[in-house]
Protein backbone atom coordinates (compact mmCIF):
# COMPACT_ATOMS: atom_id res chain seq x y z
CA UNK A 1 0.00 0.00 0.00
CA UNK A 2 2.73 2.36 0.93
CA UNK A 3 4.72 1.78 -2.27
CA UNK A 4 1.75 2.72 -4.15
CA UNK A 5 0.81 5.76 -2.10
CA UNK A 6 4.16 6.71 -3.14
CA UNK A 7 4.24 6.21 -6.91
CA UNK A 8 0.47 7.72 -7.40
CA UNK A 9 2.30 10.66 -5.22
CA UNK A 10 5.33 10.80 -7.81
CA UNK A 11 2.65 10.58 -10.42
CA UNK A 12 0.90 13.63 -9.10
CA UNK A 13 3.37 15.81 -8.50
CA UNK A 14 4.71 15.29 -11.49
CA UNK A 15 1.41 15.83 -13.12
CA UNK A 16 1.49 19.42 -11.22
CA UNK A 17 5.48 20.08 -12.09
CA UNK A 18 4.18 19.96 -15.91
CA UNK A 19 1.69 22.81 -15.81
CA UNK A 20 3.76 25.95 -16.70
CA UNK A 21 2.48 28.30 -13.78
CA UNK A 22 0.08 27.78 -11.36
CA UNK A 23 -0.24 31.50 -10.91
CA UNK A 24 -3.35 31.33 -14.08
CA UNK A 25 -4.91 28.71 -12.04
CA UNK A 26 -4.60 31.05 -8.46
CA UNK A 27 -8.62 30.58 -7.80
CA UNK A 28 -8.67 27.22 -8.06
CA UNK A 29 -5.71 26.93 -6.11
CA UNK A 30 -6.77 28.18 -3.59
CA UNK A 31 -10.01 26.56 -3.17
CA UNK A 32 -7.90 23.12 -3.21
CA UNK A 33 -5.74 24.50 -0.29
CA UNK A 34 -8.89 25.86 1.36
CA UNK A 35 -10.63 22.18 1.29
CA UNK A 36 -7.58 20.55 2.38
CA UNK A 37 -6.81 22.72 5.23
CA UNK A 38 -10.82 22.01 6.33
CA UNK A 39 -10.58 18.28 5.96
CA UNK A 40 -6.98 18.47 8.09
CA UNK A 41 -8.41 20.39 10.72
CA UNK A 42 -11.70 18.34 10.66
CA UNK A 43 -9.88 14.53 10.65
CA UNK A 44 -6.58 15.90 12.94
CA UNK A 45 -7.64 13.75 15.89
CA UNK A 46 -8.89 10.66 14.03
CA UNK A 47 -6.72 7.86 14.49
CA UNK A 48 -4.11 8.18 12.08
CA UNK A 49 -4.79 4.33 10.43
CA UNK A 50 -8.45 5.31 9.69
CA UNK A 51 -6.98 8.37 7.65
CA UNK A 52 -3.46 8.25 6.48
CA UNK A 53 -2.57 10.95 4.67
CA UNK A 54 -3.88 13.68 7.34
CA UNK A 55 -0.21 13.95 9.05
CA UNK A 56 1.15 14.61 5.20
CA UNK A 57 -1.67 17.19 4.29
CA UNK A 58 -0.73 18.94 7.73
CA UNK A 59 3.03 19.07 7.43
CA UNK A 60 2.45 20.29 3.53
CA UNK A 61 0.37 23.07 4.51
CA UNK A 62 2.71 24.28 7.47
CA UNK A 63 5.33 24.54 4.88
CA UNK A 64 3.36 26.11 2.40
CA UNK A 65 2.36 29.04 5.13
CA UNK A 66 6.41 29.24 6.20
CA UNK A 67 7.10 29.74 2.48
CA UNK A 68 4.27 32.71 2.43
CA UNK A 69 5.45 33.94 5.06
CA UNK A 70 9.15 34.18 4.55
CA UNK A 71 8.29 35.65 0.91
CA UNK A 72 6.20 38.67 2.65
CA UNK A 73 9.36 38.91 4.79
CA UNK A 74 11.80 38.99 1.87
CA UNK A 75 9.24 41.70 -0.41
CA UNK A 76 8.88 43.78 2.97
CA UNK A 77 12.83 44.22 3.63
CA UNK A 78 12.69 45.26 -0.01
CA UNK A 79 10.16 47.87 0.37
CA UNK A 80 12.67 49.04 3.53
Known sequence: MAE???L???????AYE????LDAHGELTRAILAEVALLTRKYRCVRRHDV???AELTGLLDVLWQ???MAEAEAA????
Open 52 to 54: PHI
Open 18 to 21: AIPS
Open 8 to 14: LRAQAIE
Open 67 to 69: EVQ
Open 77 to 80: ERMI
Open 4 to 6: TDG
